[in-house]
C-alpha cells in the first residue's frame, strides 16, 4: 500500500505563488509517474500535471502550461507542484496521485491518491 500526503496549500493573491509538496511512504516506492489534480465544488476533478518517476517526462493541462512546473526528489519520495502567477481560477482542492500503469499516462486512472490541499486564490 502507498500513502500520500500533499502540504503546502494556502491562501495567495492573484499573481502570487505557492509550492505543493507530496510525500510518498508505504512499499516500495517506484511508480510510473506521479500527477497533480484539481477539483472544485460542483465540477469533475481536472488534470493538471504529470511526470514519470525515471527519466521526468513532464506533461501539462493547457491551462497551467507556462506557470506551473511539476518536479520530482527521487531520494525523498517527494513530488512537488511549483505555480506562478496564480489566477482566481486555480482555486480548487489540489491532489497527488501515483500511478503504476504506464497505460494511466499522463491523465488516466490512478491508483493511489492523497487526500488534498486546499489552494485559494483571491482575486
Known amino acids: 500500500q502507498v500513502q500520500l500526503v500533499e502540504s503546502g496549500g494556502g491562501l495567495v493573491q492573484a499573481g502570487g505563488s505557492l509550492r505543493l509538496a507530496c510525500a510518498a511512504s508505504g512499499r516500495t516506492f517506484r511508480p510510473y509517474a506521479m500527477g497533480w489534480f484539481r477539483q472544485t465544488p460542483g465540477k469533475e476533478r481536472e488534470f493538471v500535471a504529470a511526470?514519470?518517476?525515471?527519466?521526468?517526462?513532464?506533461y501539462y493541462a493547457d491551462s497551467v502550461k507556462g506557470r506551473f512546473t511539476i518536479s520530482r526528489d527521487n531520494a525523498k519520495n517527494t513530488v512537488y507542484l511549483q505555480m506562478n502567477n496564480l489566477k482566481p481560477e486555480d482555486t480548487a482542492v489540489y491532489y497527488c496521485a501515483a500511478t503504476y500503469g504506464i497505460t494511466s499516462w499522463p491523465d488516466g486512472t490512478y491508483d493511489y491518491w492523497g487526500q488534498g490541499t486546499q489552494v485559494t486564490v483571491s482575486s
Open positions: 511526470i514519470t518517476w525515471i527519466g521526468a517526462v513532464t
